[in-house]
């Protein structure tokens, strides 16, 4: 991998430092075989599907979209059993896997939707016989995708989703404050998540869904991770909570003001001449100038346009630039082209 | 699964030459002794350290050999240039570099700046390139330091030093200018006197270059406002204390010489690779195509894949590569170097760095370009944003936001 990396390295559930790809066999057979679309693996689309939900999406690095067909022979929907489960999804090794495992999951097991709402991360998680900490949030998305796709049914079946516990779920996907602007995660999503999954600290919150494990600032802010968490568990729970120091990478970059060194009268000189003598005789030949900075008695400029690149680009500052500048500004100038 | 090892990923560590290995063995074996030392029987390992700093300042260009510091390698040289150049220049407090830089330099900016410092991280366009401009706009009367890197390691987009180092002087003499130039000594040609005469401090890795982990040296213009960092003792002049690591050191010398008798890296590889791909493959682009770039580095974007099941599916054949995909690291975030470039989210986390040596072969990139269609057309079809049918993204994504019950 890109030695670049912070924090890289991946933890196991004990802890212990693991090498990114120290996946179970499990995980990397369901990859294999998906990659090699071996019989009996669930990769694909449904036409006019029973149920369809998704999870996830491009910018945060892994989506999932699941997709049912129930046996239609059975008349009551309700005992209608998954006769086939399906999977599309973007993301990495253990994202592909978890999507195998929710599929064969309830294939195997011949669920009806109802019962395959009872799966749970943590199931998905048994079958791949463990999970890295920090690809938890793989496992999460299929159960968030399962979810999706058993509303869809239930909403195509006229089967009120009180019936199914998934009231209190909201659809339109937890509509409301952003706390992770990462990942795009709300705050009533992140609440009812920390408290089914039983997140206690931001570590687990960011390798279960992965709110705040981009660029950390909403960890500490006021309506933040900690504060849900604190909301949610009382302060003393979760005051360990530690998380690796993952800083934004960017900063905007800042200027200095040259005000202080550079004489106004003389940046302003400069600019008229510019105006009148200068940039008329560069337009004329499809060019123009730039002046990028005035220190001392240095004019940092360039051409651009038409001049840009020409050979006579040194001739032209020289002749052009330097003589107008020093002739009618000040004669010490001196002309610095970037 | 395969037992031959394609490693296409010099950029993150090289394999030690044969020759390189040659020459250290018997620095660990009967001329085990201290360089310092002063009965007669240790004279040859400081010859030896005398002799390969002589190289590797032939390898830079330097103008004298008492202008190369051994040392741990580039993060302990990073270190140490721009902590040193800060406090031989007590009164001013600010610095800059630049978005992309290896966090060996980013990190150290960073904790100048918890220690008080101010900082300008200066940004880059698409293609990975600095704007002069901003780096002249960005000098303060107070900037102790600037440090940018030579060519970057995700992208190998090279930055202008020579230019940028001479603009900086020009603005002011006494900043002190630092680059970090691990990715690009041994890969092209480097002139201290000549190109790079404006540069105060240089920092390389042995290790880049076929000489073992754990060595590298620091270029220290004779003159130039630099205290020492790691003290302790009188070895490299006092500058870097500390008992030589003698046959790593002798190690860096035989690569020096070995990779200056090598003729410069041809693109002819890379863009063979690059030309072949994106034949069979839609909807990628190269990572700073539009900037001077590193011969023996292509980076690749695949739209609507991700870089981690990339790489563990052409591992499965063998094929040693790098991702700034999120998802290789502890972190969830794609490559800063990557953002700092504002590549497409659709491509974020698709990246693919494949990185050639000295001795990279024709063959081994044969492989690559044999495996990797095939591998991307498979994750495509996986991927719930493509469509198999029309080889091409799916147009209804948009039911894709995430996590809408429909």
């Known amino acids: 991998m890109i030695e670049t990396w912070p924090g890289h390295g991946l933890e196991n559930e ?18 294999r075989d998906a990659m090699a679309a071996k019989a009996g693996t669930h990769m694909g689309s449904i036409d006019d599907p029973d149920g369809i939900g998704s999870h996830g999406s491009l910018s945060c690095g892994d989506a999932l979209e699941f997709a049912f067909k129930v046996d239609a022979t059975e008349p009551d929907p309700r005992r209608q059993k998954i006769v086939q489960a399906r999977y599309r999804t973007f993301g990495c090794t253990s994202a592909i896997a978890s999507s195998e495992a929710l599929c064969a999951l309830i294939e195997e097991k011949g669920l009806t939707p109802i019962q395959a709402l009872k799966i749970t991360n943590a199931d998905i998680v048994d079958y791949l016989d463990g999970l890295p900490a920090q690809k938890l949030h793989c496992s999460v998305m299929g159960a968030e995708a399962l979810q999706a796709a058993v509303a869809d049914w239930a909403h195509k079946r006229n089967i009120p989703l009180s019936e199914l516990g998934l009231d209190a779920i909201p659809t339109g996907e937890d509509e409301g404050r952003i706390v992770c602007r990462c990942f795009n995660l709300t705050e009533p999503f992140i609440r009812r998540k920390v408290k089914e999954l039983n997140l206690k600290t931001i570590a687990d919150i960011t390798n279960a869904i992965k709110a705040g494990g981009a660029c950390t600032a909403c960890h500490h802010e006021p309506g933040g991770l900690q504060d849900i968490l604190d909301d949610t568990w009382g302060r003393s729970d979760s005051s360990q909570a530690a998380t690796p120091a993952i800083t934004d990478p960017q900063p ?8 202080t060194r550079t004489p106004f009268q003389l940046a302003r000189e400069v600019d008229r001449v510019v105006e009148s003598d200068i940039r008329p005789r560069l337009q004329h030949d499809g060019g123009d100038l730039e002046i990028v900075e005035i220190r001392g008695k240095k004019v940092f400029c360039r051409l651009t346009g038409g001049c840009q690149g020409c050979k006579g680009a040194p001739q032209t500052m020289r002749l052009v630039v330097e003589d107008a500048l020093r002739a009618k500004v000040d004669a010490e100038l001196e002309i610095v082209a970037i | 699964m395969n037992d031959r090892i394609i490693y296409l990923d010099n950029n993150a560590t090289t394999p030690v030459a044969d020759e390189v290995l040659q020459a250290m063995i018997p620095f660990l074996k009967e001329q085990f002794f201290n360089p310092s030392s002063t009965y007669p029987q240790a004279r040859k390992a400081a010859e030896a350290v005398e002799a390969a700093r002589e190289s590797v300042a032939r390898l830079l260009g330097a103008g004298s050999k008492s202008e190369i510091i051994f040392n741990g390698g580039a993060t302990e040289g990073n270190n140490s240039a721009i902590w040193g150049a800060a406090r031989a220049n007590p009164a001013r407090r600010h610095v800059i570099t630049t978005a992309v830089e290896h966090p060996a330099v980013l990190e150290v900016v960073r ?55 001479a603009l900086v002087k020009k603005v002011d003499p006494d900043v002190v200018f630092h680059t970090d130039a691990t990715q690009t000594a041994g890969k092209m040609r480097l002139d201290l006197q000549g190109e790079l005469k404006n540069v105060d401090l240089l920092t390389i890795s042995g290790h880049k270059l076929h000489a073992p982990k754990g060595v590298g040296a620091m270029f220290v213009r004779r003159g130039s406002r630099w205290r020492p960092w ?25 690569a020096a010489r070995l990779v200056m008798t090598h003729p410069n890296h041809s693109t002819a590889m890379r863009d063979r690779l690059e030309k072949a791909i994106k034949d069979q493959i839609p909807n990628l682009f190269i990572n700073g195509e539009g900037a001077p770039r590193l011969a023996n580095t292509t980076n690749v974007a695949f739209e609507f894949v991700e870089g981690e099941s990339i790489l563990l599916a052409l591992n499965d054949h063998g094929i040693c590569v790098s991702s700034g995909s999120a998802c290789t690291s502890g972190s969830l975030d794609p490559s800063h170097v990557l953002k700092a470039m504002a590549v497409p989210f659709t491509a974020a986390h698709g990246s693919l760095r494949i990185s050639t040596s000295m001795f990279s072969t024709d063959d081994e990139i044969d492989a690559v370009i044999d495996v990797l269609p095939t591998v991307i057309a498979r994750l495509r079809a996986i991927s719930p944003y493509w469509d198999v049918r029309t080889n091409s993204p799916r147009t209804d994504v948009d039911i894709f936001i995430q996590g809408k019950y429909r």
Do not use: C
Not at chain 1, 254 to 259: E, H, K, N, R
Not at chain 2, 239 to 249: H, K, L, M
């Open chain 1, 252 to 259: 905007m970059p800042q200027t200095s003001s040259s005000m």
């Open chain 1, 14 to 31: 004990r802890g212990e430092k693991v090498m990114p790809w120290d996946y179970s066999e499990k995980v990397l057979q369901l990859f």
């Open chain 2, 111 to 165: 904790e100048m700046e918890r220690e008080g410092f101010r900082a300008t991280y200066l940004p880059v366009n698409r293609h990975g390139m600095l704007d002069a401009a901003d780096l002249i706009r960005a000098i303060q009367d107070d900037t102790a330091v600037v440090s940018i890197m030579h060519a970057n390691n995700e992208t190998g987009v090279i930055f202008p030093i020579g230019e940028l180092a």
């Open chain 2, 230 to 254: 790691q003290l302790g003792g009188h070895q490299e002049r006092g500058r870097r204390a500390g008992t030589e690591n003698v046959a790593s050191i002798v190690g860096l010398g035989a």
